[in-house]
Structure formats: structure tokens, C-alpha cells
């Protein structure tokens, strides 16, 4: 296994590693992440029951339970109905998480400075929680990249550029690919040099992606449920989000509050470490 290339990222939740002192713990560490139940080629790669990855030589796929204990192995709470897509050279990796919201409307104009400004509203509640939480802290630096909807792919992609509490820039890269039925979340995990490479594999990898037969977004019918929101409140939180339906943005960065800016994120140097150390296969 070559070196984990990843500084950080964050966007809906928090991934921080926990940096243990002792070498036995680091080997510890790696030893459980590397004997983790990950798929390779020619498997494919089952994304709960509504989607599906297809692999490729060089990409490993988590189920629910091992992405589980792979955040947890990183200092994070464990999730259900999570999954994991990485290269075997875990340069990058994504996590996959299903949202069954109903059917987003794809018609609304986004406004980048607009949104910017609700996430940095954001970010002051979500520090404020995690200084509280004794958490590391990310700060709202700005777009590294605009957000932008792909209306062939139903793919809407943004990434926002964070501070860390240590001075280094962390980049959060974020996709959400629409259903029928709901939005596929997707957080690719990236350093900021690598980014521009990373991404392109993450992109590469994503045309393996589709959502099983019955649930594409093409697939929706009279009487499906919608969602009560669009594509702008998709960047900028999850429940709390029907109050931007009708598209004014104002005041929603105090309702979604922690949950967007505090939610998905970072690995830290302490991979650059680990994996640095020793080669190995999927188990």
C-alpha cells in the first residue's frame, strides 16, 4: 500500500484521525484498517439498495459495517448505511451516504456568493459547538471550487476551502448525484495539493456509479414524492433546508447551524505516517 497523500477535508461531518504517541499504536491502527473487509475487481460494489459502484483494478469498496469501524478507527463516532469507495494506493477516498429526501427539483440558479455567506454563518455556530466538544475546529477560507450542476449527469459538485486550527488548508470536496427517490452524498477526502489529480480520479471512478434500475432520477413519475428544497439547500444543510424553498437563503445558516460546516471531513498527517511505513492487499 503506497502512502495515504491526505491532509484533511470537511463538509457534513467531521473525520478527524486521533493521533496515538506510540508507534505499537500506529501499527495497531494500520493493522485493523488494512484487515477491513474491503472488496476489489471484479466485485461490485453495493451502495445499500439503491446504488452501485462497479470496480476497477485499482479501486477497494467498504460495505456499512467495515466503513463503520473505518471511521472509528480515524477518532469518529461510527455511522450506519455508510460506504467507502478508495484507489488501492488510498491516495483519496469517498464516503457514500444515501439521503431519501425525494426527487430535487433541478431547475434552480445557484449563487456562489450567497452560499458562501451562509456557510461562513455557519461556521461560527459549528465552532463555537466543536471548541465546546474539545474538536478540532475548521474555518470557511472560501471556494476552492464553485458549485456547479451537471443537468446530463444530475450531478451537482462544489468544494469549499477550510483552515485548520494548525495554520494548514484543508479542502472539501463534496458530490451529490440525484435519484429518484432521494440524493446520493458523496465527500471525497483529499489533501489540497493533490486535489486537481484526485478529483479527476474520483470522477474516473464515478463513471462506475448508477443508481440501481427503478431509482435514476429519469425514472420519476407523477405521485413520486419531492423534495421541499433544491439544489442550493443540498450545499448548505439537510433537514433544515426546506426553509430555503423558496429560494431566500437568509436566516438558514442559523437553522442548519453545526450540522453542514461540522459534519463530514478530515484525515490527518498522521496517514502520511502510517501507511508510509508498510505495503499490503485488501483482505
Same mark, same amino acid.
Given at each position: 500500500?503506497? @502512502?495515504l497523500?491526505?491532509?484533511g %477535508?470537511a463538509s $457534513? /461531518?467531521?473525520?478527524?484521525f486521533?493521533?496515538g *504517541?506510540?508507534?505499537a499504536q500506529?501499527d495497531?491502527?494500520l493493522?485493523?484498517?488494512t484487515?477491513l473487509?474491503?472488496q476489489?475487481y471484479?466485485?461490485? !460494489? %453495493?451502495?445499500?439498495?439503491?446504488a452501485?459502484?462497479s470496480l476497477?483494478?485499482?479501486?477497494?469498496?467498504?460495505?456499512a459495517a467495515?466503513?463503520?469501524?473505518?471511521l472509528?478507527l480515524n477518532?469518529?463516532?461510527?455511522r450506519s448505511?455508510?460506504?467507502?469507495l478508495?484507489?488501492s *494506493?488510498l491516495?483519496?477516498f469517498?464516503?457514500f451516504a444515501?439521503d431519501?429526501i425525494?426527487?430535487?427539483?433541478?431547475?434552480?440558479q445557484l449563487?456562489?456568493?450567497?452560499l458562501?455567506r451562509?456557510?461562513?454563518?455557519q461556521?461560527v455556530?459549528? %465552532?463555537?459547538?466543536?471548541?465546546r466538544?474539545?474538536?478540532?475546529v475548521l474555518?470557511v477560507?472560501g471556494?476552492a471550487?464553485?458549485?456547479?450542476y451537471?443537468v446530463?449527469?444530475h @450531478?451537482l459538485e462544489?468544494?469549499v476551502r477550510?483552515?485548520?486550527d494548525? !495554520?494548514?488548508?484543508?479542502?472539501?470536496?463534496?458530490? @451529490?448525484?440525484? $435519484?429518484?427517490?432521494g440524493?446520493?452524498?458523496?465527500i471525497l477526502?483529499?489533501?489540497?495539493?493533490?486535489? *486537481?489529480?484526485?478529483?479527476q480520479?474520483?470522477?474516473?471512478a464515478?463513471r $462506475?456509479?448508477?443508481?440501481?434500475p !427503478?431509482?435514476?432520477?429519469?425514472?420519476?413519475r407523477? $405521485?413520486?414524492?419531492?423534495?421541499?428544497?433544491g439544489l442550493a439547500a443540498?450545499?448548505?444543510?439537510?433537514?433544515?433546508?426546506a426553509a430555503?424553498?423558496?429560494g431566500?437563503?437568509?436566516?438558514?445558516?442559523?437553522?442548519v447551524?453545526?450540522?453542514v460546516?461540522?459534519g463530514?471531513a478530515?484525515?490527518?498527517?498522521?496517514?502520511?505516517? /502510517?501507511f508510509?511505513?508498510?505495503? *499490503?492487499?485488501?483482505?
Amino acid at each position: 500500500m503506497n @502512502r495515504l497523500n491526505i491532509l484533511g %477535508a470537511a463538509s $457534513g /461531518l467531521i473525520l478527524f484521525f486521533v493521533v496515538g *504517541s506510540a508507534v505499537a499504536q500506529d501499527d495497531q491502527v494500520l493493522k485493523e484498517i488494512t484487515n477491513l473487509p474491503w472488496q476489489s475487481y471484479p466485485a461490485t !460494489g %453495493a451502495i445499500g439498495t439503491t446504488a452501485r459502484v462497479s470496480l476497477t483494478n485499482d479501486l477497494w469498496f467498504l460495505q456499512a459495517a467495515g466503513t463503520s469501524r473505518f471511521l472509528e478507527l480515524n477518532g469518529n463516532p461510527p455511522r450506519s448505511d455508510n460506504y467507502t469507495l478508495a484507489p488501492s *494506493s488510498l491516495d483519496w477516498f469517498a464516503v457514500f451516504a444515501f439521503d431519501s429526501i425525494g426527487y430535487v427539483k433541478d431547475d434552480e440558479q445557484l449563487d456562489p456568493v450567497e452560499l458562501l455567506r451562509v456557510l461562513r454563518e455557519q461556521n461560527v455556530a459549528s %465552532a463555537a459547538e466543536r471548541r465546546r466538544l474539545q474538536l478540532p475546529v475548521l474555518t470557511v477560507d472560501g471556494w476552492a471550487v464553485p458549485p456547479h450542476y451537471d443537468v446530463e449527469t444530475h @450531478r451537482l459538485e462544489w468544494a469549499v476551502r477550510l483552515m485548520a486550527d494548525d !495554520g494548514h488548508p484543508v479542502v472539501n470536496y463534496t458530490v @451529490r448525484l440525484l $435519484g429518484r427517490a432521494g440524493v446520493m452524498n458523496a465527500i471525497l477526502v483529499s489533501d489540497l495539493q493533490n486535489l *486537481s489529480a484526485n478529483v479527476q480520479q474520483f470522477k474516473a471512478a464515478l463513471r $462506475g456509479f448508477d443508481f440501481v434500475p !427503478g431509482q435514476k432520477y429519469a425514472e420519476f413519475r407523477q $405521485g413520486d414524492r419531492v423534495a421541499e428544497y433544491g439544489l442550493a439547500a443540498l450545499i448548505v444543510g439537510g433537514a433544515a433546508a426546506a426553509a430555503a424553498k423558496s429560494g431566500a437563503l437568509k436566516g438558514l445558516g442559523k437553522l442548519v447551524g453545526i450540522a453542514v460546516v461540522g459534519g463530514l471531513a478530515a484525515i490527518g498527517a498522521f496517514f502520511k505516517r /502510517l501507511f508510509g511505513r508498510k505495503d *499490503s492487499q485488501p483482505a
